[in-house]
């Protein structure tokens, strides 16, 4: 058996895992770090990184298709599944070697295996024991299962599955519309298949604003995917030659499903309830600096609790570093995290919806089409818009929403602006610069105080 000790040993080596392992490292701890996959975690081996190469796949796929709008003639594309796909993996494989190099650049060992708490200072590996002076549980999540849906990773799939097909289903049934279920409905469908996507709530990406996620259902229905909302799968029977699914009612088959209807903490299996570590609802309990129930244990990203998002896990992560260096980190503040999903078209928005803003006292409520943007019109890209929530007495600005071309990489300007605590005074005198679809958010600001210049 082998011992060894560390300031601060970090079990999980996903976003937000090897983020605080190097954050401590830099302010002076000794660090070790558990992993029992591929560095990187879900995100990066089997989630935000290897998805954005397969969506970036479907974007190109519809530039060749609207290329004749252009005045360029390229023929009909050939889709090669296997090299797609291949393409994301060597893209995933690339990046974790990419992590091990960062955790030898600052000093941290990784240690491979299975993690086991023994007390709040010592972890088992196998048969190795660790100690710790503070231990981060840093686990991530896994997929949520329905009890009469088996997941056999042939015709019905997770998330995983659905990134190795080892066909291009004909017929595709997606349940769950939240984030993931939409960017597989939109990669699947710009390969070539027939995709039906249910959701049980009564809107699609339910986190959303109810306003865009009805635009996005609408875009979603005009290309030729099927959307059902209010609507669960009653039964799945996997049969010789394909699916057979009920769904309200009727009975539909299909060549492949994905499951998608949300994460669960992977908190099972640790030892967390033997030390006294509160959970809720699946997910571990924290306090501002990430601290859970029992002193010196901290729990950040997906295990941590919604939204269960990477950027969260590895700002946590610092947070976490931090307070156990010593440091005073600021906690972090849930409405200024932003969302996005790589759907065509994107959607991204941070802050409080429309609904939860009326909740809370007067609003004002800007919004902009992107079919009056000139960029847009120029790239051939006109469906989406920009909306924007104010309070009305003090201009502080709630929540930014966005569907259209490029909207998750501008959404980053309106949390600086909601960091920055900027009144609607300053986003109005902001110069933005022209031609670009920014100047949408810019609109959207001046529409929710009635100044709109160009719609």
Known sequence: MKEQSFDLLVIGGGPGGYTAAIRASQLGLKVGLVEREQLGGVCLNWG????????HAADVMREIESASSLGIDVGKPKIDLEKIVGRSRDVAGQLSGGISHLMKKNKIEVIRGEATLKDKNTVFVGEDQISAASIVLA?????KNLPHVVV????????????????????LLIIGAGAIGVEFASF??????????IEMMDQILPAEDSEVAEKAKESFSSQGIR????????????????????????EEKFDAAILSV???????????????????GGFVLV?????????????IGDVSGVPCLAHKASHEGIICAEAIAGELPLPINKNRIPGCTYSYPQIASVGLTEREASGRGSIKVGRFPLLANGKAVAVNDTEGMIKTIFDEKTGELLGAHMIGPGVTEMIQGFVVAMSLETT??????????????SEAMHESVLSAFGRTINF
């Open 48 to 55: 935000c990184i290897p998805t954005k190469s397969l969506l």
């Open 139 to 143: 686990t991530g999540a896994s997929p």
């Open 152 to 171: 056999d990773g042939d015709r019905v799939w997770d998330a995983r599955s659905a990134m190795t097909p080892a066909f291009l289903p004909g017929k």
């Open 188 to 197: 699947y469908k710009s390969m070539g298949s027939e995709v039906t996507l």
């Open 227 to 250: 959307v059902l909302t209010g609507t669960g799968i009653e039964s799945l029977e996997i049969k010789k030659n394909g699916l057979l699914a009920s769904i309200a009612g009727a």
């Open 262 to 280: 949300g994460v669960e903490g992977n908190t099972k299996g640790m030892g967390l309830e033997g030390l006294g570590v509160e959970l809720e």
């Open 287 to 299: 306090d501002e600096h990430q601290q859970t129930s029992v002193e010196g244990v901290y729990a």
């Open 424 to 437: 609607e005074a300053d986003l109005m005198a902001t110069v933005f610069p022209h031609p670009t679809l």
